[in-house]
């Protein structure tokens, strides 16, 4: 008992690894397309701000280690996804991409397929993400599209399809995350800004996405009190690492403001 109280002690005084990640978690019915907006206020490396996640995965920008900025959508196997082998009808297929990005494999957290590329996204610009996914059968193919502003377009980045039962998207959300975690990570601030997110629900109706419940990870090896999150009027926004303090409590939902009419690019695919 003496042992175990000792280093008890000792694991809540060790430094922590990582900043703690946060989560903003929208009420929404199921969906069709999931569109939302996203500014990076303070980063760092190794950084993961995501806009569009659901609970099939996740779609948004990193600032790596080296500090090279990327884009990143993901979707996870079909199954149990920490199963050393998976067969392939389990596997996510990739059915389209860009020449100008790259797909893989990705394992440790999940397995699934992963896209990235280069996207020299900046701090203070807006970024917008759209999701769109489509009931194949037993299966659901998702795409995976960023607003390319200096050609007023919609880019589709790649297209993946799984096993899903034919659910469309659910489980909407979006997170900060250190990545890095070299304790040194957790002292430094990561802060990113979401607002004017949509859907479209499986009936062809468009419904704002103006409530969200703040969460956050539970890993032991994270900074716990250093994270906040709330809405400044106009943007939620999620806050974690460096000497951040608490507003909100976890759980809470927190109240965007009403929306009078879907504000977005012209020309959603």
Known sequence: MLLTHALSAAESERAPQAARSVHLWYPAPDATLFYNEMVVEKSTGGSYFMACGWDKGYFGIQELADHRKVILFSVWDA???EKSKIGSEERVECVYQVPDVRVRRFGGEGTGGQCMGDFKWMLGEMNRFLVKAEVEGNKTIYSGYVWAAEKK???RLVTFRVRADGAPLRGLYSFVED???????AKEVRKARYGNGWVRSIDGDWLPLNQAKFTASNSSFEARETI????????FYLVTGGETRMKVKLKEMIHGKESKG???PEGFP
């Open 79 to 81: 199954g149990d996804a």
């Open 153 to 155: 377009e919609w880019k």
């Open 179 to 185: 990545f890095r975690r070299d304790t040194e990570s």
């Open 228 to 235: 906040d999150a709330g809405f400044d009027g106009g943007w």
């Open 262 to 264: 879907l504000e977005h």
